[in-house]
C-alpha cells in the first residue's frame, strides 16, 4: 500500500508548513521581521510502463506510460523579503530603511550580521549599538554633550552641541544589500549572516542607486500579513485532514484484505 507512505509524507509536509506559518505569526511585532514561505516538490516516480517504450513490433510506442508518484517532499523555506509598514516612534534613535538595503552590525566574534531592525541605542562609551550591545558599523561614537542627534535620509549622523550654532557630523551609516538576499542565514535576534548562497556584500550609502533611504524615528514592522497568514494556516490545517484520511482509507482497504477468508 504505497498510499500509506504517500499520505505520510503529505501529513510531514503540511506539519513543516503549519510550523513556518506559526512562526511567521509569532513575529507578527518582530521589527523588521520577513515572513517565511514553505516551498515543497513531488518525490521521485515509479515507472510501472515507461513513457515511450515500444509497445509493438511494428514501432508503436507508448504515448502517456504508467508513473506512479511516490509523495512530497520539503524543498525550501523561502524568506520574503517584501517592505514592512514605517511606524512612526518619534525616537531619534530609531530608524527604518525604506526600500533595500541591510544595516551592519559587528558581533563579538568579529563577524559582521546584518539586519533590518533599527531600534538602536547608545551604549555607555556614546557608540550607536543594537538592543544587545553590538556596534552598529561603521562605528560612530556620539559625544557626551551632544543636545539632539539628528541622522538625514543618506545616513549622516549629525549632533547638536551645547554652545555651537552649526551641527556637528560625527559619522556616516552605511547599508548593504546582496543578489540573493534569502540566502542569508537567519541567526535569530533579528540578524542575518552572509552566506555562499547570498553573495557577498555590496555596501553603500543609503539613497544610492539600488539602496534605500533612512527614515529616523520610525521603525519598519514586519511584513507579515495576518490575514494571509490564517488562510494559508487553514489550508494547511485541511490539508493535513486529507492526508490523514488517505491513511485511514488505507488503512482500512488493509483490514479488509486481511479479514478474506
Aim: charged letters at 15%; proline letters at 3%; hydrophobic letters at 40%.
Amino acid at each position: 500500500m504505497r498510499s500509506l507512505n504517500i499520505g505520510a509524507t503529505g501529513m510531514l509536509a503540511q506539519q513543516l508548513n503549519v510550523e513556518v506559518i506559526s512562526n511567521n505569526i509569532a513575529n507578527m511585532n518582530t521589527t523588521g521581521f520577513k515572513r517565511q514561505r514553505a516551498e515543497f516538490q513531488d518525490l521521485l516516480y515509479q515507472n510501472l510502463r515507461r513513457v515511450g517504450a515500444a509497445s509493438s513490433d511494428a514501432g508503436t510506442i507508448v504515448p502517456t506510460g504508467v508513473q506512479l508518484g511516490l509523495g512530497v517532499k520539503s524543498a525550501a523555506i523561502y524568506r520574503l523579503s517584501g517592505q514592512g509598514n514605517i511606524l512612526q516612534t518619534e525616537n531619534p534613535l530609531d530608524l527604518a530603511v525604506n526600500g533595500r538595503g541591510l544595516m551592519m552590525v559587528e558581533l563579538p566574534s568579529g563577524e559582521t550580521a546584518y539586519t533590518r531592525a533599527g531600534s538602536l541605542q547608545l551604549s555607555p562609551d556614546g557608540d550607536i549599538v543594537t538592543a544587545d550591545g553590538y556596534v552598529v558599523q561603521p562605528g560612530i561614537t556620539v559625544p557626551e554633550d551632544a543636545q539632539s542627534i539628528t541622522i538625514n535620509e543618506s545616513g549622516e549622523v549629525y549632533v547638536d552641541l551645547d554652545g555651537q550654532t552649526a551641527p556637528q557630523r560625527v559619522g556616516q551609516l552605511e547599508l548593504a544589500n546582496f543578489a540573493n538576499e534569502a540566502g542569508l542565514d537567519a541567526i535569530g535576534n533579528n540578524l542575518l549572516l552572509e552566506t555562499a548562497a547570498s553573495g557577498q556584500a555590496t555596501v553603500a550609502t543609503p539613497g544610492s542607486a539600488g539602496f534605500g533611504r533612512i527614515i529616523q524615528g520610525a521603525l519598519e514592522t514586519s511584513n507579515v500579513n495576518v490575514v494571509a497568514e490564517i488562510t494559508n494556516l487553514i489550508t494547511a490545517q485541511r490539508a493535513y485532514e486529507m492526508n490523514s484520511k488517505v491513511i485511514e482509507s488505507s488503512d482500512e482497504m488493509m483490514r479488509s484484505v486481511t479479514q478474506l477468508r
